[in-house]
């Protein structure tokens, strides 16, 4: 693989390294050559070359597969965020909030503590694919059974089953008529449950009701916070690039418009759930676009919401066209500066080698031309793109609310109507029976398929949602020179 220069009567080999790897490559070649009887010593130079370095990310073993999920999506470009480190909390916990049961979260819990316990044995065998693609994501199935649990508890969802494990209920009977929890006139008898969710709703009439509206809204204000986290890493990457055009012509108009229209309704969410105002937030979003000069009436959660609105729809409006217009006239403008007085020709009578030599040396962004109505097209598709992606990914963000509530259904009905229907005949076969169908329905509905469907739902969340804001993924992987790589190859 090396070259070998005539001139010189030595061999030359090109290649990229990590900086913090050049004392270890120096030391090997020192080795090399003192173990050689080498006459001729190894000469380590550092080339400056005009071509984009590979990225490489330093990982174990934890964060490697976290590392792999968002190489899936792309290679980082050089230098830019990696957005595996917020992965390793983010994933695990938007996986967590569509399957959270603690019951569930710890029976995934114990599959992956055996095969981390079993990992220098599993690691030299063989294994079946699935089998490997478990092995390999071992600490991704940790965390999220970790933060199953979590989420379970706050629930409060045992096999969708409640406990009272942090304290009595807030709830009772005012009278021995309602003894039946699936009636009328429960009141608050104490102060609120402490954590999560109030074991009293469960199997109430209004548990669907209630459920749906915390889980929905619970959803919507995640969704903007992680959105809102993917435009400031934007800027942390316009800031370390030094493009300024990004910063103020990109950053700050997408922050106004995001915050202007579901950071506002995220405030009302807060607000309504702190001073349990029953204002319409639909009615309020919708007449915010249609009337916004109307009065709100009994809508009204705050003083001086009717003028806000107003503001922050005109706020929303002005971004647009600043997200749209100035950066192709700010680009155009830089073009013009960093290229003016540039222009010449060479001479007729220039030495060829000279010419050559020039040719190699050459920025070959130097000399690009600048089509105007390429980059508005280009910057127009962004907008567009921005401003609609702001109301579907916000409605994306739903599927949390949506795949939740599916799988707190269908444990529910796998408990009553097979497990508590079997037990309530009295008969020890049915019992068995029924028994053997739960664990069955559990395995292979809730622990198996359930646990894919959700880890695809944060994984478009993660790739689509978040680092559609800000990662280009428009780089390559450093992939180290080794020898057992080639025979692998050639076999």
Not at 191 to 220: C, T
Not at 279 to 286: Q, S, V
Not at 344 to 367: C, F, K, R, W
Not at 406 to 416: G, I, Q, R, T
Request: glycine share 6%; net charge negative.
């Amino acid at each position: 693989m090396f070259s070998l220069d005539v001139t010189k009567k030595c061999l030359v080999a090109e290649g990229w390294s990590p900086v913090f790897a050049t004392s270890q490559i120096q030391d090997a070649l020192h080795r090399a050559t003192t173990y050689s009887n080498s006459e001729v010593g190894c000469i380590f130079q550092i080339i400056n070359t005009q071509e984009s370095p590979p990225t490489y990310f330093q990982t174990n073993k934890f964060t490697s597969s976290f590392q792999d999920i968002v190489d899936a999506y792309g290679i980082a470009s050089y230098q830019e965020i990696n957005p595996g480190l917020f992965t390793i909390v983010t994933f695990p916990f938007l996986f967590a909030v569509m399957f959270g049961d603690w019951g569930h979260g710890i029976c995934i819990f114990l599959s992956a503590l055996y095969l981390i316990i079993r990992e220098k044995k599993l690691a030299s065998q063989k294994l079946d694919d699935i089998v490997q693609i478990m092995f390999d994501g071992r600490y991704v199935i940790l965390m999220m059974s970790l933060f199953s649990i979590y989420t379970g508890l706050i629930y409060n969802e045992f096999f969708s089953v409640p406990f009272e494990l942090f304290g009595k209920s807030a709830y009772a009977c005012h009278d021995p008529s309602c003894g039946d929890a699936t009636t009328e006139g429960l009141v608050k008898v104490r102060q609120a449950y402490p954590f999560g969710v109030d074991p009293v709703w469960h199997g109430s009439r209004s548990e669907l009701p209630f459920l749906n509206s915390l889980k929905m809204k619970m959803s919507i204000l995640l969704g903007i916070a992680q959105m809102n986290l993917g435009i400031v890493l934007s800027f942390f990457n316009a800031k370390y690039f030094k493009n300024t055009v990004n910063i103020w012509h990109q950053f700050v108009p997408q922050l106004i418009f995001l915050n202007s229209l579901f950071g506002y309704l995220s405030f009302l969410i807060i607000i309504k759930w702190c001073t349990g105002s029953k204002a319409d937030l639909y009615h309020i979003m919708i007449y915010m676009f249609l009337s916004p000069t109307d009065d709100i009436g009994e809508n009204q959660l705050f003083p001086g919401q009717r003028i806000v609105q107003p503001v922050l729809l005109l706020l929303a409006l002005v971004s647009v066209p600043w997200m749209l217009f100035p950066k192709p006239l700010f680009l155009k403008k830089q073009h013009e500066q960093r290229h003016q007085g540039q222009h010449y020709t060479m001479l007729q009578e220039t030495d060829e080698s000279v010419a050559q030599l020039i040719g190699q040396h050459e920025n070959p962004h130097q000399h690009e031309e600048f089509e105007f109505s390429e980059v508005l097209v280009h910057q127009m598709i962004h907008t567009i793109e921005f401003v609609l992606g702001a109301v579907s990914n916000t409605a994306s963000y739903l599927r949390l609310w949506a795949l939740s509530l599916a799988h707190s259904e269908l444990s529910s009905v796998f408990y009553d109507k097979v497990l508590l229907l079997a037990w309530g005949y009295n008969n020890v076969i049915i019992l068995v029976v029924g028994v053997i169908v739960f664990l069955f329905a559990t395995i292979i509905v809730l622990l198996s398929m359930e646990t894919l469907s959700a880890f695809l739902h944060a994984l478009r969340l993660h790739w689509v949602e978040f680092q559609g804001k800000f990662y280009e993924g428009g780089g390559y992987k450093f992939a180290p020179f080794s020898f057992a790589s080639i025979i692998e190859e050639e076999d």
